[in-house]
Antibody, heavy 118, light 107 residues
């Protein structure tokens, strides 16, 4: 069974950066694009961006342009999402999700809670 | 940008009820629409893709329909395990947009 295992919870101060990892197993990372989605407490799902692990190309939601960077390390089958200039409104659970072309997000990570607080 | 609007935001229903959730796109998206179920503290789970295709392992009481700008998710006979929040999603090669969600509560 495909697995996406994310890094643990983080607590950050306003203005800091956070880097969340998502390690893929039981499939070839470079064969599927990966998305990042976040969910603030009690709120809905918000799409952040996508990375093509094969060549590292990315596309980000306009809201996060300039603050988010998605990267990958094919040697460890891991993708990363780094969000900078954190503010309290960035407190959320961050998910990675594999996309099966033409289908949708078929596998998700377990989520990583990022808390931004002074 | 394409906007996705779900209705209702909350729905109260009883076990055995037929439930319908609507999702509207701000412009035509053909059939590039998925539905997800999310339970508290868990990641979303894919139910329907390409508007009407049932994901493997999903009970047949779930069905989807529509194309263009208007879509529906129907649960033919609500079961106790179905009380959750449901999201529609438009997706293409390089982006995705979610509806705001519909919470299905016990009446």
């Amino acid at each position: 069974q495909v697995q996406l295992v994310q890094s643990g919870a983080e607590v950050k101060k306003p203005g800091a950066s956070v880097k969340v990892s998502c390690k893929a197993s039981r499939y070839t990372l470079t064969s599927y694009y990966m998305h990042w989605v976040r969910q603030a407490p009690g709120q809905g799902l918000e799409w952040m961006g996508i990375i093509n692990p094969s060549d590292g190309s990315t596309s980000y939601a306009q809201k996060f342009q300039g603050r988010v960077t998605m990267t990958r390390d094919t040697s460890t089958s891991t993708v990363y999402m780094e969000l900078s200039s954190l503010r309290s409104e960035d407190t959320a659970v961050y998910y990675c999700a594999r996309v099966l072309r033409g289908v949708g997000f078929d596998f998700w990570g377990q989520g990583t809670l990022v808390t931004v607080s002074s | 940008d394409i906007q996705m609007t779900q209705s209702p935001s909350t729905l109260s229903a009883s076990v055995g009820d037929r439930v319908t959730i609507t999702c509207r796109a701000s412009q035509s998206i053909s059939n590039w629409l998925a539905w997800y179920q999310q339970k508290p503290g868990k990641a979303p789970n894919l139910l329907i893709y390409k508007a009407s295709s049932l994901e493997s392992g999903v009970p047949s009481r779930f069905s989807g329909s529509g194309s263009g700008t208007e879509f529906t998710l129907t649960i033919s006979s609500l079961q106790p395990d179905d009380f959750a929040t449901y999201y529609c999603q438009h997706y293409n090669s390089y982006s995705a947009t979610f509806g705001q969600g519909t919470k299905v509560e016990i009446k």
